[in-house]
């Protein structure tokens, strides 16, 4: 089955440093793997999505993620956040030969400080 | 990508009522789906709608307590029956685009039960 685990329920940066938002998934075969952003009492916007094309990935808003796939993870990264980026990030995999279902990683809260 | 709406945007209800929440997408698309994000928590398939054909629920979601109506292929409902305060979370609505292979999440319906 597969499964998807965000490593770290909050990150904490200063505004203008990197950020690292860590992903590991478990999967029997070559999965599908995105990642989200949901702003305060907003929906969900997808952010990038990884598909076997390239295994780094660009994103919008400057961040990108990198498929691991010796390691299973598919971290986020940022070389430098902006006080906008503050909001809660989830790592999805796609469940296998239903390609269509995602399963959601329990989310990481992002917190940016001035 | 595509335009989700949904209504209502948020809506506080009285145990044992029930409430229909609609999803309406800007362009045909075969599969809707359904999520449930219970208060800090990740997101839950609730269930898969397909154009014709009855929804498909996930395990722990039953049609008589979600029923879901899939009129044709822009547009689904999703009722939350017999509300008791445990249902009392943030519910969206997505699409899968067969030419992207991703989703697109609705800005979700915020459900307080009291």
């Known amino acids: 089955a597969q499964s998807v685990t965000q490593l770290d329920s909050h990150v904490s940066v200063s505004e203008g440093t990197p950020v690292l938002l860590r992903c590991n998934y478990s999967s029997s075969y070559s999965p599908s793997l995105f990642w989200y952003v949901q702003h305060p009492n907003k929906g969900l916007q997808l952010l990038l999505k990884?598909?076997?094309?390239?295994?780094l990935v660009k994103g919008i808003n400057g961040f990108e993620a990198e498929f691991k796939k010796s390691e299973t993870s598919f971290h986020l990264t940022k070389p430098s956040a902006h006080m906008s980026d503050a909001a809660e990030y989830f790592c999805v995999v796609s469940a296998g030969d239903s390609s269509y279902k995602l399963i959601f990683g329990s989310g990481t809260r992002l917190l940016v400080r001035p | 990508s595509a335009v989700i709406s949904q209504k209502p945007s948020r809506d506080i209800c009285q145990r044992g009522t029930s409430l229909t929440i609609q999803c309406q997408v800007d362009?045909?698309?075969?599969?809707m789906f359904w999520y449930r994000q219970q208060p800090g928590q990740s997101l839950t398939l609730i269930a898969t709608?397909?154009?014709?054909?009855?929804?498909?629920?996930e395990s722990g979601f039953v049609i008589d307590k979600f029923p879901i109506s899939r009129p044709n292929l822009t547009f689904s409902t999703l009722t939350v029956s017999n509300m008791s305060p445990e249902d009392s979370s943030i519910y969206l609505c997505?699409?899968?685009?067969?030419?992207?292979?991703?989703?697109?999440f609705g800005p979700g319906t915020r459900l307080t039960v009291l």
């Open positions: 997505s699409v899968d685009l067969a030419t992207t292979d991703t989703q697109y």
């Open positions: 709608a397909n154009q014709g054909s009855e929804a498909t629920y």
């Open positions: 990884y598909t076997s094309a390239a295994t």
């Open positions: 362009s045909q698309v075969t599969m």
